[in-house]
């Protein structure tokens, strides 16, 4: 197993009594994710994926709700889509990397390719392009992304 997956819990700081340890099928279990993200379809597709690799969800569908999830959640991993209904999410990634304590992994989302330079300018961890096509590539992106005492 995974280093990364194996220390992740035991270091988060958080109670770990709530806590399950990852495993090969559920190597997302114990995280928290948090999607900015106003299109039904990608909610969905990224629920069933976190569902089936034991990541909760929250989900938040414009920047107003996202910033009101934060008030009160400490997720693991945020993924924000750019094209928000009142907003630029790059405006959120670049909040949220300045951020002291910082959320350990920011990662942006777009189906244009071409604002993987500008998530990752903004200060996001990667970039993640829609439509997600597999959970392999999904978990992949996601582990990849976190540090290694998570």
Do not use: W
């Amino acid at each position: 197993m995974d280093q990364r997956i194996a220390g992740r819990l035991m270091n988060s700081g958080q109670n770990n009594s709530l806590n399950f340890c990852p495993t090969k099928l559920r190597p997302l279990l114990g995280l928290t994710l948090l999607l900015v993200e106003d299109s039904r379809f990608t909610c969905e597709a990224v629920r069933m994926m976190c569902q089936r690799s034991g990541a909760r969800l929250r989900r938040a569908d414009c920047l107003k709700s996202a910033e009101r999830h934060l008030g009160v959640y400490r997720p693991s991993i945020v993924i924000i889509d750019i094209g928000l209904p009142d907003g630029s999410g790059l405006s959120l990634i670049r909040k949220l990397h300045h951020e002291s304590p910082r959320i350990p992994t920011i990662l942006g989302t777009s189906g244009d390719e071409l604002m993987h330079h500008s998530v990752l300018k903004a200060g996001a961890d990667g970039f993640l392009t829609k439509p997600i096509e597999s959970l392999a590539g999904f978990q992949s992106a996601l582990l990849s992304k976190l540090p290694t005492n998570q």
